[in-house]
Nanobody, 122 residues
């Protein structure tokens, strides 16, 4: 069963915006913090942002701070990543993941989606 499914990726011009969504199974969403990660060609997967189970605490990477915002709707079992002022350097496959804490290392995220491609043209 697919338990985390990302959507909302696509091609956008620099300066544009996209909103990514990740729909998770109820059990996974209910008991986990949620995070967004990305992997560009030839690079390691990197942390983007994370949000606690309640949505009261967030963490964001310096590279996207001020441009990206994470949020979650617990009634819909969905986490979002609003991406504004996109840059070509943001081009990557974006992954949604679930883990025990929003401020934990990447290795603690046990459930991962398949990813959605975001391409930002210059």
């Amino acid at each position: 069963q697919v338990q985390l499914v990302e959507s909302g990726g696509g091609l956008v011009q620099a300066g544009g915006s996209l909103r990514l969504s990740c729909a998770a199974s109820g059990l996974i969403f209910r008991f986990n913090a949620m995070g967004w990660f990305r992997q560009a060609p030839g690079k390691e997967r990197e942390f983007v942002s994370a949000i606690s189970r309640s949505g009261g605490s967030t963490k964001i990477a310096d590279s996207v701070k001020g441009r990206f915002t994470i949020s979650r709707d617990n009634a819909k079992n969905t986490v979002y990543l609003q991406m504004n002022s996109l840059e070509p350097e943001d081009t990557a496959v974006y992954f949604c993941a679930a883990g025990p804490t929003y401020d934990g290392p990447q290795s603690t995220y046990a459930h991962w989606g398949q990813g959605t491609q975001v391409t930002v043209s210059s």
